[in-house]
């Protein structure tokens, strides 16, 4: 069982020391490390089983430390973003220093740094005095942690826990490069590509892909998934089994006989609530022996709902992909049996 508690200073000193802490940020929990300590941040990637491939980011607490982590010049528009969101839940990819290890970037000439909103977060990497690296605290591939709950029961090897409750925005922050005037999305997150490109007019906003970014092609499609198969779908499905859960984002009516039980995210249809409460829904539904499948009904790619969907899909894809021995993947076997 990892120690958990609420004492910071303890926490940033195993920092120091070279340990390994969980901590809330305002997005979801994430793993940390000192971020200048190769054998720190290795450790990282140990506890998660997450493959060295996959980059981490690195968390600040004020914007001197960004000369550490970025090198000079560091462009204006980084600066400008820097000073528009943060702290809150946007990552920003540039070229690293020579301070930054390599295993923190998977030997990347560029690096991802975010300055989190969260008060123990903040607190923690002032203390400690260095940037933090986390990625988010789950084993790799799994569901991200909103609950200090969430992190206990997946990892071990964790030298300490910090408990601040629950997350509030419930998503992973939205990752962003600079390219010539333009904004590149790697990864979509609470602040949207609307709000980028209403707040940035001069720039062009486009959506791209970290899987393409750093070249690991179709390692990562599969990522935040639940144990239990979960399919997506464009409206309720008419047939509910009742071994399945309905998951819904927004209201949707529901076939009246149905058995299945419905977790609804948001009864008013707000999607920022929706991905508050996405991941402890996942996190309680793979914990539920009586629900063998999940459908998930999706969302409109709008404003929020494109990071909702980002994460719905991977969780959906290996459930989709993997294909039987008759050359049927699970969604297929699923709609199938429902359709007898
Ligand atoms: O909200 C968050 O971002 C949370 C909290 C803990 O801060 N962290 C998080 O980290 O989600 P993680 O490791 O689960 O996701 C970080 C992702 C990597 O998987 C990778 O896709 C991308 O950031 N990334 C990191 N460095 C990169 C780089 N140099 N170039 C492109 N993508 C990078
Ligand atoms: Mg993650």
């Not at 390994?20 to 054998?39: I, M, Q, S």
């Not at 560091?74 to 969101?85: C, F, H, M």
């Not at 977790?263 to 539904?285: C, I, K, N, R, Y």
């Not at 409109?300 to 980002?310: N, P, R, S, V, Y």
Request: hydrophobic share 40%; charged share 25%; with cysteine.
């Amino acid at each position: 069982m990892i120690k958990s508690g609420k004492d910071i200073i303890f926490a940033s000193k195993l920092i120091r020391e070279g340990k390994l802490v969980a901590f809330p940020t305002e997005t979801v929990y994430g793993l940390g490390a000192n971020g200048l300590d190769a054998k720190a941040v290795a450790k990282i990637f140990e506890a998660k089983q997450r493959p060295s491939f996959d980059p981490l980011i690195l968390h600040i607490s004020d914007l001197e430390q960004l000369e550490t982590v970025f090198k000079k010049p560091i462009s204006p528009l980084v600066l400008q973003l820097a000073e528009k969101y943060w702290p809150g839940p946007l990552t920003i990819v540039a070229p690293k220093t020579g301070k930054v290890p390599a295993v923190v970037t998977a030997g990347l000439k560029t690096v991802a740094v975010r300055m989190p909103a969260h008060k123990v977060a903040r607190k923690l990497i002032k203390q400690a005095g260095v940037p933090i690296a986390a990625p988010s605290a789950n084993l790799f591939g799994r569901l991200s942690p909103t609950r200090a709950e969430h992190v206990k029961a997946q990892l071990k090897g964790v030298d300490y826990l910090l408990d601040g409750g629950i997350t509030d925005i419930g998503l992973e922050s939205t990752i962003v490069t600079i390219h010539r005037n333009n904004i590149e999305v790697l990864r979509p997150g609470a602040i949207t590509a609307d709000q980028l490109q209403a707040d940035f007019p001069d720039c062009k906003v486009v959506a791209s892909n970290t899987e393409d970014y750093i070249q690991a092609p179709g390692q990562l499609k599969s990522h935040y998934s639940p144990r239990t198969p979960l399919y997506l779908y464009d409206e309720v499905p008419e047939k509910l089994p009742d071994y399945a859960a309905l998951l819904l984002l927004e209201p949707h009516e529901v076939p009246e006989h149905a058995q299945s039980k419905i977790v609804l995210l948001s009864p008013t249809g707000d999607l920022t609530e929706a991905a508050a409460g996405l991941f402890q829904a996942l996190h309680d539904l793979e914990n539920d022996p009586e629900v063998e499948q999940i459908y998930a009904v999706k969302v409109e790619e709008k404003g929020l709902g494109m990071a909702i969907m980002d994460r719905l899909k991977k969780a959906a894809y290996r459930f989709s992909h993997f294909v039987d021995q008759n050359g049927m993947t699970a969604e297929e076997v699923s709609r199938q049996n429902q359709e007898l």
